[in-house]
Nanobody, 119 residues
């Protein structure tokens, strides 16, 4: 069984910073892309940032210049450093990873971590 476990969410004032972490565990052969999504109340889940195995990254326009995605392949962990946070960044943040296990490969999701930015 593969598990993705997020941590690092919380309550922060506007202009503050948070660092999210997501660790993958299980019988993993390889992890391809790892990404962060978010879902605000009443809105669809949206991509925030994604990093491929080779380090290529892509960000939502709302995240560019403020958020940085990184990963530690040795630890099967992806991070999201968030700075200059705004109230509109309030959402549940989900980790996503494309993971190869013996006999198959697919996307896995974490359960999410709440980020609340107060004005």
């Amino acid at each position: 069984q593969v598990q993705l476990v997020e941590s690092g969410g919380g309550l922060v004032q506007a202009g503050g910073s948070l660092r999210l972490s997501c660790a993958a565990s299980g019988n993993i052969i390889r992890i391809n892309a790892m990404a962060w999504y978010r879902q605000a109340p009443g809105k669809q889940r949206e991509l925030v940032a994604i990093m491929a195995t080779g380090g290529i990254t892509n960000y939502a326009d709302s995240a560019k210049g403020r958020f940085t995605i990184s990963r530690d392949n040795a630890k099967n962990t992806v991070y999201l450093q968030m700075s200059s946070l705004k109230p509109e960044d309030t959402a549940v943040y989900y980790c996503n990873a494309n993971i190869i296990v013996p006999g198959s490969g697919r996307d896995y999701w974490g359960r999410g971590t709440q980020v609340t930015v107060s004005s």
